[in-house]
């Protein structure tokens, strides 16, 4: 019984070539079709008489992150030294064992819902 054939290997002169994530439209485009290309970072949003109507909300850090539902982790310290007959306290608890498994496994850890 004879073995198959391995895949031929793909000469070095091919290189790879990355796409660019953000395509470049000519500014002849631009002008013809009115269409503008959206920037990068976001601005303030304001009404007709100038006032600043919402701010752009952050962007996340970059990497993985765990989003905790509490305002910081004093909130969570409170709830867990609660009677354990409540839940809130076991909410607690939780939280914060996922707050230092997060922090011992190298992950952002973000605050509020």
Same mark, same amino acid.
């Given at each position: 019984m004879a073995l198959p054939e391995a895949a031929p290997i793909a000469p070095p002169d091919q290189q790879v070539q990355?796409?660019?994530?953000v395509p470049e439209v000519p500014a002849a485009v631009e002008? #013809?079709?009115g269409v503008q290309a959206v920037p990068?970072?976001?601005?303030?949003l304001q009404d007709s008489s100038?006032?600043?109507v919402?701010?752009?909300?952050?962007?996340?850090?970059?990497?993985?992150s765990i989003t905790i539902p509490a305002a910081n982790a004093q909130v969570l310290t409170q709830? #867990?030294?609660?009677?354990?007959?409540?839940?809130?306290?076991?909410?607690g608890?939780?939280?914060l064992k996922k707050i230092k498994k997060a922090i011992k496994d190298g992950?952002?850890?973000?605050f509020g819902s």
């Open positions: 990355e796409i660019p994530t002008q #013809a079709t990068s970072t976001p601005q303030p100038g006032a600043t919402a701010q752009p909300v952050p962007a996340p850090p970059s990497g993985p709830m #867990a030294k609660g009677n354990a007959a409540n839940s809130q306290t076991w909410f608890v939780f939280w992950l952002a850890v973000l």
